[in-house]
């Protein structure tokens, strides 16, 4: 605990030694305790009362958050929920789930915007994912130096590492499919057929993708 003393006093309130002494007179401030030569100190905690600081901390969350890329995967959405929570009740955490269905490049989801939120605003003490690329496929690092900013602390379930081959693979089928749900017509079609030719790759196993 830290302790002021009179002098220190009359800078940060801004008053007089003698509106002290007043003061501790009526009891409206009293010093935490006086020394053998009379000398007043006053604790920290006093003195943010005083000035109407709270120094109350906010409990912190800890969050695990699951993400998707398409409503067809939603039976893959519920599997990697379930992984999560297995794990976090395993390490005896309480925590809360927050999910999204859209793509790893796509900054603007709605579950992803909350996390973001609760972040800055102080109150997550952990994030917990199944894989690296659940948060974002790209720009992981941004949100990695937001977290380490806020006191954030990132845990990743699985830390297996893909190969170069995959992860251009994955990055790519990501890319074209953003941009083919901008498309129409026989653009559009060309645009998904590049995406089952990417996915088709023998170095990728399908049923791999498709959860991611």
């Known amino acids: 605990m830290k302790y002021y003393s009179t002098r220190e006093m009359v800078k940060i309130l801004n008053v007089t030694g003698q509106t002290l002494r007043n003061w ?21 905690e006093q003195v943010n009362k005083f ?12 969050i695990g958050y699951c993400r998707v890329s398409s409503n067809k995967q ?14 976090m009740l ?13 793509s790893g490049v796509n900054y603007n989801k709605k579950g992803f915007n909350k ?8 109150e997550v003490e952990k994030i917990v994912i199944l894989y690296k690329d659940r948060l974002l496929r790209f720009g992981y ?31 790519l089928v990501q890319i074209v499919t953003v941009f083919s749900c901008r498309l ?21 196993e399908e049923d791999k993708v498709k959860t991611r």
């Open 24 to 44: 501790d007179s009526n009891g409206k401030l009293v010093p935490h305790h006086k020394t053998d030569s009379g000398y007043r100190y006053y604790s920290e």
């Open 51 to 62: 000035l109407g600081i709270n120094t109350v901390k906010k409990s912190r969350k800890i």
């Open 74 to 87: 939603k039976d893959d959405l519920e599997r990697q929920i379930d992984n999560v929570k297995l794990y």
């Open 90 to 102: 395993g390490r005896g955490y309480q925590f809360e789930i927050i999910s999204d269905i859209g």
């Open 115 to 122: 996390l973001v939120n609760l972040i800055t605003d102080g």
């Open 141 to 171: 690092e941004l949100i990695e130096n937001l977290c380490k900013k806020y006191s954030v602390e990132i845990e990743v379930i699985d830390n297996t590492e893909k190969t170069e081959q995959e992860e251009l693979v994955e990055d």
């Open 184 to 204: 129409q017509g026989k653009r559009a079609n060309k645009a998904k057929k590049i995406i089952k030719e990417l996915i088709s790759d023998d170095s990728i």
